[in-house]
Structures are given as C-alpha cells and as structure tokens.
C-alpha cells in the first residue's frame, strides 16, 4: 500500500502537487486577492465572478480555493480550514457541489441547458454550489444567451466563477453580470520565489542562476516554471548546475548571451559566428535565443537612459549589464534591438533558420569596413576639373590609393548649363540606404496589409524581391516578365505605392526589373539586409549609353538606324 502512494506521488506533475490550497499560499495576484479576502471575511459575496488573465497566472487555482472556503465547516476569516469534511472533499474533488464545466469541450447551448435544469437543485452538504466555467469564451452565441438569463437570476445557493485568457470574447452581456478581476503576468522576482519555495520542501540543492534562467523562460507563467522545474528536477542530480538547465531545457543563459552581446558590440565577426555555432551544436532554439538577446539589449538600452530595468538578472549578470551600458552609446543597443526584432520576423521565412543571425553579424560587424572616406570622389560622379578632359589616363584607386590605368573613354566637352543638370540628375539618383531600410522593416507589414486589400498580389510581391533604393525609387527584381507586367499596370502600382508611404511616412516609387536586366542597370542582388553595404564594395563602370538603358528597361530590340 505504502508503494502504490509513493508511485502516485511520483506521478502528479510538480504544479499539481504544489497547488495553492488557501489564498495565502497564491503567489502574485495581491490586487485581487484583497479584495476577494474582504468580501469573504465580510460576507459581501456576489452570485457571479468574471477572472480574465494569461494562462497559469491562477484563475482556476483562486477559484476553487473560493468554492472550498464558501462551504467550509470552520472558516478561519478568509481562509478555509482545511481539515473539515468538505475542505477534504473539495481538495480532493470530490464535492458534489463544486461543478467545472470546461467550455471548449462544452460550448454548445445543450450543455448550458443542461446547467439550467441542474442548477435550481440545492447543494448536497455545503451552503452553496459553486459553478467554475473554464475558458468560456469558446462557448457559442446561443450558449451565451442560455447562460445569460441564469445569471441574471441565478438562485441564491448558486454561484458562478467564469475564466477567460481572452476577455474581448466574452460578450458585454455577460460581462455587466459579474464581477471583473483583471489577472497579471507573474515577474520573475515572483517566479524565483515560488520556484525556490519548491525546491526547499522538495529538499533539492540547485544553483540560484539556474532557477533564474528557468523563471525567466516561464514567460509570466507559474505553471510553465513549475513544469519546467519538473523536467530539470527529474535528473535527480545532487545538485543542478545551470548548465543541467540548459541542456534539458535546449536554452541558453544569460552568461552566454552577453558574450555574444560583447563580441556584437565589439564587432568580432569570428567570435560572434563561432558562438553562434556554438549554440546550434547545443541543440538551443534559435528563437529562443534571438529573445533572449533582444531581452538583454532592452535591459541595457533601457538602463542607460532611466538608471533600471524590468528584467531579473543574477549579480554577475547585472554588473556586466551595467558596464555594457557604460562602455556603449545607446543609439548602438536601439540599432542592435531593430536589427535582432527583424531577425526573428525573418526566421519564418528562410530554410536555414541561423541565416537571419548571421546576416545581422555581418551586417553590423562590417559597417566599419563598407564606410568610405568622405573626400572620395564616387565612381560614377565625373570630377568637376576633368569635365573639360577628352580623355582619361591614370586616375587613384578609390580602395587602395595606389593609381590604376583606367579604362580609355572619350567624355564630352559639357558646358555650364548641361553639366549643372547632369549634376542634378545624378543627385537625384543617388542610392537611399536610410530609405531601403525603412522599406524592410515594414515589409512583411506591407505584404499582410496587401494581402487583405488584393490576394491575388500576394504571389506577385513574394516573387519581386527590393534590392536597391535610388533617390525615391524602390527597384525590385523578379525573373518572370508575368510579374514585372502586372506591377507594371498604373492603377496596381500606384495603389501599392500609396500603402508603402503611408507605412513609411515619405514619398517612393516603385520599379520592377527582370533578373536578366539587373547587371544593365546596376542593381545588385536582392537581399534581406541592405544590399547597399555589399554593392558599395565594388564600384561599377557607368553605361553611358542610353539606347541601352532604355532598352534594358522597357524591352525589345534595337532595329535599325
């Protein structure tokens, strides 16, 4: 008999086993738990309650603590006493005058009717019979409007408690009947506490960073830490080191991310990649990973402008957070916490999930090495004392410094008028890496608001993909001539363009090209990243021939003359 307890025990889940069994015990909530404390010691108890919040913050937890001190045999003020018949009954589950109705799997007008015909019965040992409706706002129109007349004149033994983790679905109805506690997510300072409070009557040893690293991967949730405290307390170790947590748990501390926050922000391309690979071998999810680093560049970006932070960090963790902040100009984290968000946006998309991460590494460790020197002369920009050359013959190399012999062309002699327009053109056109950002950070934005407006558009967009910004001119590249045509209609492109400025707030159009017209007309490959940075490597001779950029542009061949 002693060995079947001992296996049952064995066999309920850590947040099962640990559950509240008097309002004293529930961690959080105090906003809630003051009130419901008064009402119960004073008798002010309403016949229906509404608990809205994110799941495994307590709803239920408090609702049948509720249920069991309302019936209690020797109430102690607020609390139940925990010893008599019908707490024992209610701990156990077994009163027959504490109903759950789960809603998702009851949501249907019979079952509320059902509810009705049961519910003018009086309880069968307590003072009241308490009905606990989870999760009903899966219930159906016409359940709602069955439930709505039992609580309007519910009978005076009964009493509701509805739960709810979205309370926009939940009819004003329903909503104006009862009474509304507004449930929060647990902090990890809370979390820790709880999960430490296990620990001491589980009699387990484990490090205070490893309780941290799973409180702060519980997102808000009790019962998510309890449950991953479960899998890490399993491997029944003698003491569980962080780095059990890790391995269980397939995340990474905070330790490893600042690392990899410092090699970042020093712009260590080797160092970062090798971490990188170092957390794929692990096993680690990479957006797990990606959350944590924007996590902690919001802690850092966030303390050093107000001097604190909402995250809970250990000591070691915060005194290098401190000195990053320190040692680093904000407007670096603002960048970094852009570059990681859109990182994980694109993660959805790609086949090789580490490829976002690593563009953003090369990205911001590369800027230095893609900056040129400011008294550089353009290489498509015709120096204002050669205007009146006939020929070139050496010229420096825009890279090295060392002079090259540059190809022999004839340029025409311009006069004041023609080369002050040429000069505007060229102004005109200059490449806009500040807009082309803008324009992806919204583009998945962009494609949603597209897709509700025209569908049809959505397999044309996927298939032109931006590459390059001149001036105001946003050119993508596609290989089909099917999609450059429909873009191409007025009416279609004009609409999308209009979308686009009201997204990024400045005037831009929109230009399709085919992957054969690319080299033509200068444009780089399209990629995710601003293509700019790799394009501004290699300096491209100008074709200065517009016959051909025409006919790269719009088409055909050239006939005769």
Known sequence: MENTTQSSNQERTLYRKHRPQALSDVSG????LVVIKNALSEGKITHAYLFSGPRGTGKTTIARIMAKRLNCSSPQGSE?????????????????????????????????????????????AGKYKVYII?????????????????????????????????????????????????????TTEQLINRLKKICLIENVEIEDSAISLIASHSEGCFRDAESLLGQVLSMQDTIIKISDVETMLGVIGFKEVQIFVENILTKNVSGSLQQLRRVMERGASLRRFTDDITRYLRAVATFSVAQNHSESFDNEVTEKLHNHAKNFSLESFTK?????????????????????????????????????????VAPNVVPQQNAQAVAVGKMASPIMGAPIIAKEKIIPILNGSQNKAMTEQQNSMAENPELLEKVMVVWAQFMEKTGKLNPLLISTLEA???????????????????????????????????????????????RVALKSEAAALRLPEPKMVNPVIAFA??????????????LAVLGGELVGG
Not at 537 to 550: G, K
């Open 29 to 32: 909530q105090e906003h809630i």
């Open 537 to 550: 490597e290699t300096p491209v001779a100008v074709n200065t021939n517009p016959t051909s950029d025409a």
């Open 464 to 510: 032109c993909k931006p590459c390059l910004v001149r001036g105001n001119m946003l050119y993508m590249i596609t290989e089909y001539s099917l999609y450059k045509e429909r873009l191409g209609d007025n009416q279609v492109r004009e609409s999308l363009e209009d979308l686009l400025v009201s997204l990024i707030g400045e005037k831009i159009l929109m």
């Open 134 to 186: 989870d999760e009903v706002h899966m219930l159906t129109k016409e359940a709602f409007n069955a439930l709505l007349k039992t609580l309007e004149e519910p009978p005076s033994h009964a009493i509701f408690i509805l739960a709810t983790t979205e309370l926009h679905k939940v009819p004003e109805t329903i909503k104006s009947r009862c009474q509304t506690f507004i449930f929060r997510r647990a």
């Open 80 to 124: 139940p006493c925990g010893s008599c018949p019908q707490c024992i009954a209610f701990q156990n589950k077994a009163s027959l005058d504490l109903i759950e109705i789960d809603a998702a799997s009851n949501r249907g007008i019979d079952e509320i009717r059902a509810l009705k015909d049961r519910i003018s019965l009086a309880p069968t």
């Open 336 to 376: 970094l916490l852009r570059l990681f968000l859109r990182a994980k946006s694109e993660m959805r998309d790609v086949t090789y999930e580490e490829l976002p991460l690593e563009l953003v590494i090369m990205e911001w460790c590369g800027e230095a090495q893609t900056n040129k020197p400011q008294n550089l």
